[in-house]
Nanobody, 118 residues
Framework: HVQLVESGGGSVAAGGSLRLSCAVS????????MGWFREAPGEERGEVAI????????VYVDSVKGRFIISLATSKTALYLQMNNLRLDDTATYYC????????????WGQGTQVTVS
């Protein structure tokens, strides 16, 4: 069983920065890909950034490239999202997720943390 708990959300002025954290516990062998997703009001949840656990390769959605950085603790017990130069359209609930197979569905999700940019 895997548990994900996000923290670090909040309100920030446009141009500011926030760092989201996701505490990961449970079966370490099941961690193939981990990522951050976000859902804005009236929109579908979408991928923001993912990391391939075995290689460290990262992938970003175009809208956050150059502004956001996803990273995984060496212990693989924490996932981070450093968000810089935040824009109004980054406002959303951010979710941490884990997939047991990269390219497959994300089976485990955190409860979400709200990010509001004004």
């Amino acid at each position: 069983h895997v548990q994900l708990v996000e923290s670090g959300g909040g309100s920030v002025a446009a141009g500011g920065s926030l760092r989201l954290s996701c505490a990961v516990s449970g079966d370490a062998d099941r961690r193939a890909c981990m990522g951050w997703f976000r859902e804005a009001p009236g929109e579908e949840r979408g991928e923001v950034a993912i990391v391939y656990v075995s290689t460290g390769e990262t992938v970003y959605v175009d809208s956050v490239k150059g502004r956001f950085i996803i990273s995984l603790a060496t212990s693989k017990t924490a996932l981070y999202l450093q968000m810089n130069n935040l824009r109004l359209d980054d406002t959303a609930t951010y979710y941490c997720a884990l997939a047991t197979r990269c390219g497959g569905p994300y089976q485990y999700w955190g409860q979400g943390t709200q990010v509001t940019v004004s």
